[in-house]
């Protein structure tokens, strides 16, 4: 049974940055997708970021320009470089390996972005 750990978040001001990191201790990470969802208070949980296992990157409305998002294999890693935050960016962050076929996902706890103004 694997698992994943997100670190990297905290209290940063409108227009700083924060890099998000992620471990996961699962077997085969590079056949997974890695996926970045965020969750803000009274609101519904929505994807962000993704780099697929051919290292597509995909990006939400709401992020792109500002957030970049990477991977490393040889780490079992993933990373979310947040640049000009603002303060609609304020969430739980998980990174969530994602494999389709057949289908299996990792939650981790989550990393809490606070932005403030």
């Known amino acids: 049974q694997g698992h994943v750990v997100e670190s990297g978040g905290g209290l940063v001001q409108s227009g700083g940055s924060l890099r998000l990191s992620c471990v996961a201790s699962?077997?085969?990470?590079?056949?997974?997708?890695l996926e970045w969802y965020r969750q803000a208070t009274g609101k519904e949980r929505e994807l962000v970021a993704a780099v697929k296992k051919d290292f597509t990157k995909i990006y939400h409305n709401a992020v792109a320009g500002r957030f970049a998002a990477s991977r490393s294999n040889t780490e079992n890693a993933g990373y979310l470089q947040m640049d000009s935050l603002k303060p609609e960016d304020t969430a739980v962050y998980y990174c969530?390996?994602?494999?389709?076929?057949?289908?299996?996902?990792?939650w981790g706890r989550g990393t809490l972005v606070t932005v403030s103004q």
């Open positions: 969530v390996p994602h494999r389709y076929t057949p289908p299996r996902e990792y």
């Open positions: 699962i077997d085969n990470f590079y056949a997974y997708d």
